[in-house]
């Protein structure tokens, strides 16, 4: 049985997907709520977090460790189920690092077709910013009921393929630091090196560091500014279809929610493999310094 | 005597292993919530202290030595309570390295986030973040000895 949860009001496009940290706090305990914590830091659910709120760890939930894949979605069903997710739950994601990782698990659930999945805008540090509730009481979670369903990667994500294809053809969003994108280092700064053999970027790609997106407090900027941000300083327009990608996949996924769902781009596809998958590729093309670059002939 | 400091370690891994693997992020939560807060003296002073660029969220470490010709080594790390797992590890290495004699903190092998038994769940940036830490506190001893 279907209990409806209301819906957050505000001027981006698809409303229903942001919700804030006020609406969290008074809707967490509906029947039809599972709030979904997902860290970079693994350890840091276990000290301190929304009451009621229930750990996600992308690294152990949603990798396949065999495939370098996500999980399948048997794996995923069963995944769901044990944290007292049904088909038609609301699931509310939110986490540490401005969301990033929030936004990454929110993307697996839309590659499995969860309808109902919103971000928590200002994730985890806004929440104990505001002085709000954090415990380290784990719940009780009632088994969901999740089916089998097929993961659907042609409308969300991106492939390396399916990238060197669309070089020239579709705008490429790159949305790591400036010295990444101009390959002046392959990671970001205070981050260990990641083994990619080589710095830049794909040719073509726009340079719009995620970060362009967040407020100080890691709440996303306003309709209008994104707008500015993405249609009119990066050329985006209103019907193209759009590829995003960063080091990991994981700022990427917090574009990606952007630009789906703030701003409504009908395509708008996550490249996870990201430069570390690209750096290092063999036979595939990259462009050295400020400049997008052309595509190659 | 490079067994003492190895033994003190090899008890903590030790500790590690003998836990079932989920049961090994709990045990390193602890070392995370009993990390020591730094000395009075550093406190405002993290500039004096040396950054691990190589962990994912700000770490500051020091070394303090005895005035002797193989100093007691004392270490001193601040770490975030948004970096946990970090700040676990920097628990780890106090507790088994802090008071030991230089010479035989340099002698622990170099691999030990991995003897903790969490490469499962840890992903491997942040577990060569936990390497440059011992690294960092093995190079800072054999400049001071050098």
Known sequence: ?297 | MPAQTIEVLDELIADFQDLPESDRLELLLEFSDNLPEPPERYAGHEDEMEQVTECQTPLFLAVEYSDEEDPIVTLIISAPPEAPTTRGFAGVLIEGLSGQRASEILTVPDDIPNRLGLTNALTPLRLRGMSALLGRIKRNITTHLS
């Open chain 1, 1 to 297: 049985m279907t209990t409806s949860v209301p819906v957050e009001q505000s001027d981006y496009a698809h409303p229903e997907k942001l919700v804030s940290t006020a609406w969290v706090a008074e809707h967490k305990d509906h029947p039809n709520v599972v709030v979904l914590e997902s860290n970079e830091d693994t350890l840091l659910y276990s000290t301190g977090h929304i009451p009621g709120a229930i750990k996600i760890d992308w690294h152990t939930e949603l990798n396949d460790p065999v495939t370098r894949d996500f999980i399948g979605p048997e794996g995923f069903a069963k995944m769901a189920a044990s944290k007292g997710i049904s088909r038609d739950t609301t699931v509310i994601f939110y986490g540490d690092k401005s969301n990033w990782w929030a936004a990454y698990a929110l993307w697996v659930f839309t590659l499995y077709g969860h309808e109902d999945v919103r971000l928590m805008n200002g994730g985890r540090d806004k929440w104990i910013a505001e002085g709000r509730e954090i415990t380290r009481e784990v719940p009780d979670v009632t088994e969901g009921d999740y089916p089998v369903v097929e993961r659907d990667d042609s409308t969300e994500r991106a492939n390396k393929a399916q990238v060197l294809d669309s070089i020239g053809k579709l705008p490429l969003i790159d949305v790591r630091s400036a010295a990444e994108y101009t390959g002046e280092t392959t990671h970001m700064a205070g981050y260990p090196q990641e083994g990619t053999l080589r710095g830049g970027h794909i040719p073509t790609a726009e340079s719009v560091p995620w970060a362009t997106a967040a407020n100080e407090d890691g709440t996303f900027k306003s309709r209008e500014e994104l707008t500015k941000v993405y249609a009119e300083d990066a050329n985006l327009g209103q019907t193209d279809q759009v590829i995003a990608y960063c080091r990991i996949g994981e700022r990427s996924a917090h574009t990606w929610f952007v630009l789906r769902y703030l701003l409504g781009y009908d395509s708008v596809r996550n490249y996870d493999g990201s430069w570390t998958e690209w750096g290092n590729s063999v036979g595939v093309p990259i462009v050295v310094g400020a400049e997008p670059g052309q595509a190659p002939s």
